[in-house]
């Protein structure tokens, strides 16, 4: 059975200390505590994207989108906040990786964190 889109990014964000996946707004979001660190976005309103978004590091927006725009791109709404939105089908699996785990890392409480080595 091959893994889908959504799979991949589950599999990625439930291996997290503290993590709940629920539906918001329509899509599979993803929570630590009571904080959003992913969201997945199935064609959102039909904008052609099967992606996520994402927090990330202030600056980090602009670089990502200006170095590599055939894999990120500013979301709606959430952009305005530095958020990024990631073309799954475009990013290996190490660096969509590393894109969670920093999202995690930037919203996750400390005694959280302290469990992710």
């Not at 904008?47 to 791109?73: E, K, M, N, R, S």
């Not at 660096?95 to 920093?102: C, G, N, P, W």
């Amino acid at each position: 059975m091959q893994m889908t889109q959504l799979d991949r990014v589950r599999m990625i964000c439930m291996a997290l200390p503290g993590v709940s996946e629920k539906l918001s707004h329509g899509e599979p979001t993803f929570f630590v505590g009571k904080k959003v660190f992913t969201m997945f976005a199935n064609n959102h309103h039909n904008d052609g994207h099967v992606a996520v978004w994402l927090p990330v590091p202030p600056g980090f927006q602009d670089l990502l989108i200006a170095t590599a725009p055939a894999i990120y791109f500013r979301p709606p709404y959430v952009g305005g906040r530095g958020w990024v939105g990631i073309e799954l089908a475009a990013i290996a699996d190490t660096e969509l990786s590393d894109h969670i785990r920093e999202a995690w890392r930037l919203v996750a409480p400390k005694k959280l964190q302290a469990l992710l080595v």
